[in-house]
């Protein structure tokens, strides 16, 4: 089974008065290069949401949102802050006695002054915060490991066909490519009769001359390993795992030895091929990239 490293996933988990949603979307990378977007209250999460990640991702660069909502109305509270009430307190006393003026505070008063009443969130169990986070965190990246292994298995077969299609390219040079010798002695065997008027032709000197020219347009060793890196390319696919990076590697391989191929080529019909063969292999790179 092999992953496609673009794909989306989304869930939502609603316990009691709070809810979380994560959202995931991925597209191609080098690397696995993940970034969160989440409220500042839930920060401290970062290293464990990346590390419940992993088990779904490995490479890929993934952005990942997530909005979380308290509906509760009891998510803050009032604080009496009686150090402080009882510090004005003082001061207003003192007040009165080096002032000599009546101390008509009354406590609706105090409790304007700054900081003596206070809001604040009530404390919330981070343990059960994060049971719930990670829960739809896990959801996210269950959804979007299954739209990769879907896209996955498009592009399995899609390569397989084109793969297929190249051994047909490879094939046709592997058997066209000693026919052009034999071509290419009955020319010059031709062309030496032309030009010597007569039926006598020195044997050893066009048995060299064909071998030298059979020497020079030879591409067996080169399709020999072409035939092998398509075929182990087809066994990494059905084979499955995160094989993007190898099947890149084995791709710019196969790119070489059709260039090899091409440069060799003494004939239209193998360079068309040859041509075409290269197109194919371009293609296939193409499609390794969104290979996780």
Known sequence: MIKSMTGFGRCEVVSGNRKFTVEMK???????????KMPKKLNFFES??????KDYVQRGKVDVFISYEDT???????????????EYLNYMKSMEEEFEIPNDVRVSTLARFPEVFTMEEQVVDEEELWKELESAVIGAAKGLAETRTKEGENLKNDLIAKLDGMLVHVAYIEKRSPEIVIEYRKKLEDKVRELLSENTVDEGRLLTEVTIFADRICVDEEVVRLKSHIESTKKNLMDGGSIGRKLDFIAQEMNREANTILSKANNLDVSNCAIELKTEIEKVREQIQNIE
């Open 72 to 86: 509760s109305e009891n998510n803050v509270c009032v604080k009496y802050n009686r150090d402080i009430a009882q």
């Open 26 to 36: 991925a597209v191609n990378h080098r690397y696995l290069d993940v970034n969160i």
């Open 48 to 53: 464990a949401i990346r590390a419940s990640m």
